[in-house]
Structure formats: structure tokens, C-alpha cells
């Protein structure tokens, strides 16, 4: 797959290296939408040191409030002000990656984009391809959604080196959400899904996050 004119969403800044790793430095655009924590004041000022000084140019940062728990209504709202946003950074694209359904382990954020994403291919028909991460904890929502939409299955090298310098830059900034000792895998998987996309009966590579 040529991905020179593809697009990765992500929830926040160091979702891209966590879950699109060996994809991060190939695609045309990055698209990271939430920066501002309210339980965590200091976080947006952190997440836009790192865009500013983050090695790719392929870096766009919507900076809007993570939603964290909201009423029904403003988190509908919060969800119309993301697709707007999206709607514009998306327009012309082809093929985006993004969260899967379950939200790799579960986080809301992750649901919320790739809900978001998935309004959007409704309008534009776009192709979609989420990580194939999944936490434990969340693995009946996995299985719930693996006969549902989901084919077309692709996998690339990780290359850590190449990653490095933004793993390194997340730390500097006191950004980087996850475990300091991940260990990235040699590949990572991506499912195609949708509703025209074909079904094949096949094996499903997942990556277990335990």
C-alpha cells in the first residue's frame, strides 16, 4: 500500500507512536485532535511544546479540550465540534487510520474519534484501517465487533529508530502517557472496516495488550 497520501487520527499526542508506529513516518498528514486535560492544567502547555518542536512536518494538532465526562448533551456537543474540525482536516483523503471501535484498552477518547471518523467516511467514503491493539479488559468489546465490518487486513514493520527521536521528545515534555518500558512490536496490524468493504473469512492477527 502507498501510503504517501494517508492519514493517521489520533486522540492525542503520543497515540501516533503508540498505536500507528511503524506507519507514523510514512503517511502525508498526522491529525492529533485533544491537547487540554482539565484534571492535568499543565498538559496542554506540554503537548504544544512537543508540536512545536516535533520532528515531522506532516503534524496537524487540533488542540480541543479532551472531553473527559460530560452530560449527554454536551457530549454531543463536543462530538459535532470534532467532526467539524475533522471534517476540514480530512477533506480529499483517501485513506485514513485511526482507533479501533473498543478503543485499543478501552479509553473513550479513542471511541469518540473513531466515531468520528467513521461520520465522516459516511459523507466522503473514505477507506478506514484501525490497530489491531487490544487490552485485555476490553476484549469482550473486541469480540463483539470482529464479525462486524471488519476485513481487508495490512501489516507493516516497526521501525524503532525511526521513532525514537518522538519517543524521546514526549519524555522531555513530561507528556508521554503510557509505560516508559513499552516494548513496540516488530509489526503492526491494521483491519480494514466499513460497510462496502468485503468479507473473507481469514485470520485475524491481533496484538494483545496485556
Same mark, same amino acid.
Given at each position: 500500500?502507498? @501510503?504517501?497520501?494517508?492519514?493517521?487520527?489520533? $486522540?492525542?499526542?503520543?497515540?501516533?507512536?503508540?498505536?500507528?508506529?511503524?506507519?507514523?513516518?510514512?503517511?502525508?498528514?498526522?491529525?492529533?485532535?485533544?491537547?487540554?486535560?482539565?484534571?492535568?492544567?499543565?498538559?496542554?502547555?506540554?503537548?504544544?511544546?512537543? *508540536?512545536?518542536?516535533?520532528p &515531522?512536518?506532516t503534524?496537524?494538532?487540533?488542540?480541543l479540550?479532551?472531553?473527559?465526562? &460530560?452530560s449527554?448533551? &454536551?457530549?454531543?456537543q463536543?462530538?459535532?465540534? @470534532?467532526i467539524?474540525?475533522?471534517?476540514?482536516?480530512?477533506? !480529499?483523503?483517501?485513506? =485514513?487510520?485511526?482507533?479501533?471501535?473498543? !478503543?485499543?484498552?478501552?479509553?473513550?477518547?479513542?471511541?469518540?474519534?473513531?466515531a468520528?471518523?467513521?461520520? &465522516?467516511?459516511?459523507?466522503?467514503?473514505f477507506?478506514?484501517?484501525?490497530?489491531?491493539?487490544?487490552?485485555?479488559?476490553?476484549?469482550?468489546?473486541?469480540?463483539?465487533?470482529?464479525?462486524?465490518? =471488519? $476485513?481487508?487486513i495490512?501489516?507493516?514493520a516497526?521501525?524503532?529508530? $525511526?521513532?525514537?527521536?518522538?519517543?524521546a521528545?514526549?519524555?522531555?515534555?513530561?507528556?508521554?502517557?503510557?509505560?516508559?518500558?513499552?516494548?513496540w512490536?516488530?509489526?503492526?496490524?491494521?483491519?480494514?472496516?466499513?460497510?462496502?468493504?468485503?468479507?473473507e473469512?481469514?485470520? *485475524?492477527?491481533?496484538? @494483545?495488550?496485556?
Amino acid at each position: 500500500m502507498d @501510503l504517501s497520501s494517508a492519514t493517521i487520527v489520533v $486522540a492525542h499526542p503520543d497515540d501516533e507512536i503508540l498505536w500507528f508506529s511503524s506507519i507514523v513516518t510514512k503517511v502525508s498528514r498526522i491529525v492529533m485532535c485533544y491537547g487540554a486535560v482539565n484534571s492535568k492544567p499543565e498538559r496542554a502547555q506540554q503537548r504544544r511544546n512537543v *508540536i512545536k518542536n516535533y520532528p &515531522l512536518p506532516t503534524v496537524q494538532f487540533l488542540d480541543l479540550p479532551e472531553p473527559g465526562n &460530560l452530560s449527554s448533551t &454536551l457530549e454531543d456537543q463536543a462530538q459535532l465540534a @470534532l467532526i467539524e474540525h475533522l471534517r476540514v482536516g480530512l477533506s !480529499g483523503v483517501k485513506t =485514513v487510520f485511526t482507533h479501533n471501535t473498543w !478503543g485499543e484498552y478501552g479509553h473513550n477518547d479513542h471511541r469518540r474519534v473513531h466515531a468520528a471518523v467513521r461520520a &465522516l467516511q459516511g459523507e466522503t467514503d473514505f477507506a478506514v484501517y484501525v490497530s489491531s491493539y487490544v487490552g485485555r479488559r476490553v476484549f469482550d468489546s473486541f469480540e463483539d465487533n470482529l464479525n462486524r465490518e =471488519v $476485513a481487508g487486513i495490512i501489516s507493516f514493520a516497526v521501525d524503532r529508530a $525511526a521513532i525514537e527521536p518522538i519517543f524521546a521528545l514526549y519524555k522531555s515534555n513530561s507528556c508521554w502517557t503510557w509505560a516508559t518500558n513499552w516494548s513496540w512490536p516488530e509489526q503492526e496490524n491494521f483491519f480494514r472496516v466499513g460497510e462496502n468493504v468485503s468479507h473473507e473469512p481469514t485470520a *485475524i492477527p491481533i496484538q @494483545l495488550i496485556c
